[in-house]
């Protein structure tokens, strides 16, 4: 989910926009303050969702993995 291919391909599917745009409004409306992403048989997509909201729209949100094989990821693609 880390890796911008996997970005770029989630950011081109139409379905992934709209599941953004339902992410943001539920946050707003209830004026959460963390937010849980959970994928089913994987991690790629939930973890580019949060990449891409951290982008976008919560520009102060902070990232905390939970999984061996995301925190892998992180080092590769995050620590220069």
């Known amino acids: 989910g ?6 770029v391909t ?3 599917q139409k379905s992934f ?4 745009r339902e992410i943001v409004t539920a946050v707003e ?5 963390q ?5 089913h048989g994987g991690t790629h997509r ?9 982008l976008m729209a919560y520009p102060r949100a902070r990232f905390f993995p939970h999984t061996t094989r995301v925190l892998e990821a992180a080092r ?5």
């Open 2 to 7: 880390l890796d911008m291919r996997v970005v």
């Open 10 to 12: 989630l950011l081109g």
């Open 17 to 20: 926009a709209v599941r953004l």
């Open 29 to 33: 409306a209830s004026s959460l303050e």
């Open 35 to 39: 937010v849980n992403l959970v994928c």
């Open 46 to 54: 939930s973890v580019a969702t949060a990449f891409v909201l951290m």
């Open 76 to 80: 590769t693609y995050l620590v220069a």
